[in-house]
């Protein structure tokens, strides 16, 4: 079974997760600001740090990749079709947060580490979940044995979903990608990019799926 923390962080407040096995070999969810801060806490934990992985390029969940990954010397992932939003990270944060940050150097999951679709934690295997919608190389990752379920910011508690506002933001891949996440068993415990912690039964009182039977 894997342990994690979640670590609020940002202006945003985005959810940071650190997700470790009885080894202490640990990955790093969506380090979204503040990376000295998230590497303190790594160090009283006694973790060592594998792999950053990133559900998505939005800069709220990217910002502490410069200093993790200076710390640390680990890759990092995410998926491919968002690499322009890393492009475009430092416009972003001037806009939302009124201060200039580096742009951060990542490569995707499809490109850095080839054709990944499983990260091993000790004896615990990590799925990547492709789910895009709110971005369109959003994923979710999968730890099915510990019934934890990353989603970013494509399912939130009470219902919610990401926003779709976006030019290259997609409703119907978003709602395809939820119904893809619903599938899992209903004891999973959902762990999204902001906001409080849920499990999938309770989303699946509460979402109405209208795209899951298109073609």
């Known amino acids: 079974m894997l342990n994690y923390r979640r670590l609020v962080v940002g202006g945003l407040a985005t959810n940071c997760y650190l997700l470790w096995s009885t080894d202490k070999s640990a990955v790093i969810i969506d380090p979204g600001d503040e990376g000295t801060e998230i590497a303190q806490v790594i160090n009283e934990l006694q973790l060592k740090p594998m792999m950053i992985l990133l559900t998505h390029g939005h800069f709220d969940h990217i910002l502490g990749v410069i200093d993790l990954q200076l710390i640390y010397k680990i890759p990092i992932a995410m998926g491919k079709e968002d690499a322009f939003l890393v492009d475009r990270a430092a416009a972003a944060a001037r806009y939302f947060l009124k201060r200039n940050i580096k742009i951060p150097k990542i490569k995707s999951i499809d490109e850095s580490l080839p054709e990944i679709k499983t990260i091993k934690l000790d004896d615990e295997t990590i799925r990547v979940i492709k789910s895009p919608g709110h971005t369109p190389g959003g994923v979710s990752f999968y730890a099915p044995k510990s019934k934890l379920l990353f989603t970013g910011d494509t399912i939130f508690a009470d ?57």
């Open 159 to 215: 219902g919610l979903r990401g926003e779709t506002d976006h030019q290259y933001s997609s409703k119907k891949l978003l709602f395809r990608s939820i119904c893809n996440l619903l599938k899992l068993p209903d004891e999973t415990k959902v762990l999204p990019g902001h906001g409080e912690e849920t499990n999938l039964a309770e989303v699946k009182k509460l979402f109405n799926c209208n795209y899951c039977e298109l073609p």
